[in-house]
């Protein structure tokens, strides 16, 4: 009985195929099929048009946040190139004749932050955001905590490091490089039509405070760009190691000499 149920929808499927192309049937059907489809034409359309404008919006609506989140980044840019220019920081020259030696003496991770302990503080001279170089011109960080003899460095690869950059082959290409999770370089914020290429040297800024140009920071491994951004991106294979730093020389501010 159930078979004979089951078999009742595909014969009166095969009867009715039957039906529309062996009798007139046919005709009327399609008779009525062509008014059907010129009335529901107009309806598809306007559908179709509306979807399309839904979508338009949507898409407009993204691409204006991303230009206000771009705009953002360049006025933040701007503001700290601005304040940079105007501080009254020691010249470079002298700031990169005011070297302090130390020794990294320990060295604390803590999730992806690491600090590396010096064993120079404020009876040395040694100041709180001062720059901290190996003897061979690698920046390794700034000074972000004094002791009497002991001091505290966060290193450029700290996810809470951020300096300004340029390339050696050309100052003119302006930058942020930021720490990775405590692993890796990141350079942000290069102008779109910057000349920067994979190989090339980043090194600090004349922008940086407290920090002498030219100071090793990494190569240029990989560049990423997207067609309409503003800026680019790049990624620094760091020069040196934290496990390899064991001397480093402190770049004290001017003022601070002969105190």
């Not at 059907?29 to 979807?51: D, E, N, T």
């Amino acid at each position: 009985m159930l078979k004979k149920k089951n078999l009742i929808a595909p014969v009166a499927l095969i009867a009715l195929i039957v039906l529309y192309h062996a009798t007139p049937l046919s005709e009327p059907i399609q008779w009525f099929r062509v008014p059907l489809i010129k009335a529901g034409s107009p309806v598809y359309r306007a559908a179709r048009a509306i979807r399309q404008w839904e979508n338009g919006f949507f898409h407009a609506r993204a691409l204006a946040q991303r230009v206000t989140l771009l705009e953002q980044s360049v006025s933040e840019l701007t503001y700290a190139l601005a304040g940079a220019s105007g501080s009254a920081d020691p010249p470079q020259e002298e700031l990169a004749a005011v070297t302090i030696p130390a020794n990294v003496v320990a060295q604390n991770a803590a999730g992806s932050e690491r600090t590396l302990l010096l064993d120079r503080g404020t009876e040395d001279g040694i100041a709180k955001g001062a720059a901290v170089a190996t003897p061979q011109g690698v920046f390794v960080g700034k000074i972000i905590s004094v002791f009497t003899h002991t001091s505290l460095v966060r290193p450029l690869t700290s996810s809470e490091s951020a300096v300004a950059a340029q390339t050696s082959r050309d100052s003119r290409v302006q930058a942020v490089v930021r720490g990775q999770r405590g692993l890796s370089l990141a350079m942000e914020l290069i102008p779109q039509d910057a000349a920067i290429r994979e190989g090339d040297v980043a090194v600090s800024s004349l922008l940086e405070e407290n920090t002498p140009v030219g100071l090793l920071i990494g190569t240029v491994a990989t560049i990423a760009y997207d067609e309409g951004d503003l800026f680019k991106e790049a990624a620094l294979a760091p020069f040196i190691s934290l496990g390899d730093i064991g001397e480093v020389m402190v770049f004290s501010p001017v003022s601070r000499v002969g105190e």
